[in-house]
C-alpha cells in the first residue's frame, strides 16, 4: 500500500502528498478531526493507539511539505472486531485494541473511521480507497458511516449500502461494499465532493 501512496495527487496550485503521518502528525490530525467532525470525535489517545495499532489505519494529505489540509482513517477489523461492528457492539469512538489487526495482518473487514477531504483534498479519497484492490484487502468489506449529505452521496456513488438494507443510505447508517465473496474494485465515481465521514 504505501509503495503506491506516497506520490502526488494533484498539479494545481500547491501540490498534494499523501502520506502515513509521523506520530507528531497524529496530534494535527486529531485537531482537524475535531475541528471539521466535532469535538466529540475520538481522543487523542485513541487517535495514537490506532496509529500505533496498524501502520495503514491513519493517512494524512499534505499541501506541500508539512501543511495538513485533511486526513483518512480506518480501523482495520479482525473477525470479531466485524462481528462486533455489525452488531453494533463495537464502540468505534474508543475500540477495544483485540478488535483491530496489527500491521501486516489481513483484515477481516475495514471501516472508514473518519475522513476530512475539503475541496480538492476530495480528489485523493479514490487513490486511497483503490488501494484496497491490493491483494491483502481484495476480499474485505468495506464499512463506514456518513456524516454528512456530500459524504452519503459519495458512498452511493461508490457503491456502498446500507447493512440495515434499506434502499437509501441516511446519515449515520452503517453502510457497506461487501467485497468478501467477490471482489469489487473500486473506481472513482465522479466529481469531487467534500466528505466528512464521522468516528
Known amino acids: 500500500m504505501s509503495q503506491t501512496i506516497d506520490k502526488m495527487v494533484n498539479a494545481d496550485e500547491v501540490p498534494l502528498r499523501v502520506g502515513r503521518p509521523t506520530d507528531s502528525d497524529v496530534v494535527r490530525i486529531r485537531a482537524l478531526g475535531a475541528e471539521k467532525i466535532g469535538a466529540d470525535i475520538a481522543s487523542l489517545e485513541t487517535f495514537r493507539r490506532i496509529h500505533r495499532r496498524n501502520a495503514d489505519s ?9 501543511t495538513l489540509a485533511g486526513f483518512f482513517a480506518f480501523l482495520m ?23 483491530l489487526c496489527r500491521t ?38 468495506l464499512y463506514g458511516r456518513p456524516a454528512t449529505e456530500s459524504g452519503r452521496r459519495l458512498m452511493q456513488k461508490f ?22 465473496v467477490e471482489p469489487v474494485l473500486l473506481r472513482y465515481p465522479g466529481r469531487r465532493e467534500a466528505a466528512h465521514v464521522h468516528v
Open 159 to 180: 457503491g456502498f449500502n446500507s447493512v440495515s438494507g434499506a434502499p437509501e443510505i441516511e446519515l449515520g447508517d452503517l453502510c457497506v461494499i461487501r467485497r468478501s
Open 104 to 141: 501486516g495482518e489481513a483484515p477481516h473487514a475495514v471501516y472508514i473511521w473518519a475522513i476530512v477531504a475539503e475541496k480538492r483534498v476530495a480528489g485523493a479519497l479514490p487513490q486511497i480507497l483503490t488501494q484496497f484492490d491490493a491483494a491483502v484487502y481484495a476480499r474485505t468489506d
Open 58 to 66: 491513519l493517512w494524512g494529505v499534505y499541501a506541500g511539505e508539512d
Open 77 to 99: 477489523l479482525n473477525r470479531p472486531g466485524t462481528e462486533k461492528l455489525v452488531s453494533a457492539e463495537l464502540d468505534t469512538r474508543n475500540p477495544a485494541m483485540d478488535a
